[in-house]
């Protein structure tokens, strides 16, 4: 679902490679032909284009810079029935979402129903040990030093998947997998990526309301940010209108994995949105009208990643930082099996950037990631 320090310190790595599948490339014209004849529609429709050339099965984009926006798809959203791509495609979004449970852990902490300085503890006493020790600020920028149950060697979860896609998970199951191993640092020590920090924030938000959490993140959320196409979804099919995802999922082969149970990424990586909603949730966020300005300047608030990435590369409550030709860009990237999702703005959300393809990390060719850094490249900077 999600990518270390190192992955994350450059676009090249984000964006991975395209799918080793014998795909036809099929380019899609953009959303109403109008997009693609904006001026740069071209030639980003070229960029995108040259991923699915590489091998990824389809592609959206969308380029917006302050008014102006430009949605552009590519390849196929069905391998199977040739179905095309088109701008509106619902994705998996992964570790995209934790950029929306940041936000709904930030209002919570300003409207008093928590506090970023209480410990893991206090809302679930005996799930982590040294859990007094740990606060919530501290799992929100990944300071914590809890082990991750995804990405830090530990296997059970793609053993179980592979076993069986439709296996559920509870969040504590999640929880107990990273805490039988040794933290990897003492916490606000150092930074290490956390999935595991992310589902303990989901349990804490819930036993702070009362409410599950994707109740809370209809209401407080995607309904005040103005989304269409955004769901958190657990079970193991997409609702709708999608596009499949093709990964091997611990196979030798790449194969169709779109139904798969998504408990095993919870608050950590289950939500599904399309490139319009991600835009449009970036915008309100950074823009202001999902978090008071104290709130917001928190989550703005960074620390160095560490783990081999350059200085410039830095976390802050459910959003990093990566330098870009002409400036730094704010968002967070995303890896899910079949999926893979990358969001870039402009501090203030003036300029963005959001890149989707239905292909995951585990079938991918080095050169597509060259590909996709062209495209990103000159999507957000005009380059």
Known sequence: MDRSATRLATIATV??????VAVPAASAKAHDGAAAKAPGGERLQRRLDAVVAAGAPGAVALVRDHGRTVR???????TRTKDRMRPSDRFRVGSVTKTFVATLVLQLAGEGRLSLDDTVERWVPGEVPNGAAITVRQLLTMTSGIYDYLNDGDDTVLRREVANPAVRWAPADLVAIATAHAPRFAPATSWSYSNTGYIVLGQI???????????????RVFGPAGLRA???????????????????????????????DQTWAWTAGAIVSNTDDLARFYRALLGGRMLRPDLLRTMQ?????????????????GLFTQPMGCGTAWGHNGSTPGYLADVYNSRTGGRQVVVLVNGGEGAIPSHAGEAMQRLVAAAYCGA
Do not use: N, W
């Open 15 to 20: 964006a991975c490679a395209a799918l080793a």
């Open 72 to 78: 552009l798809a590519g390849g196929y959203a069905d």
């Open 205 to 219: 938000a819930e036993k702070a309301t009362g409410q599950p959490v994707g109740d809370l993140l209809r209401a």
């Open 230 to 260: 955004t769901t958190f979804e657990t079970g193991p099919r997409i609702a709708g209108r999608h596009a499949h995802g093709y990964d091997t999922l611990g196979s030798k082969s790449v194969r169709d994995v779109s139904v798969i």
């Open 301 to 317: 608030t960074t620390v160095p990643m560490g783990g081999g990435a350059p200085p410039a590369y830095a976390y802050g409550a």
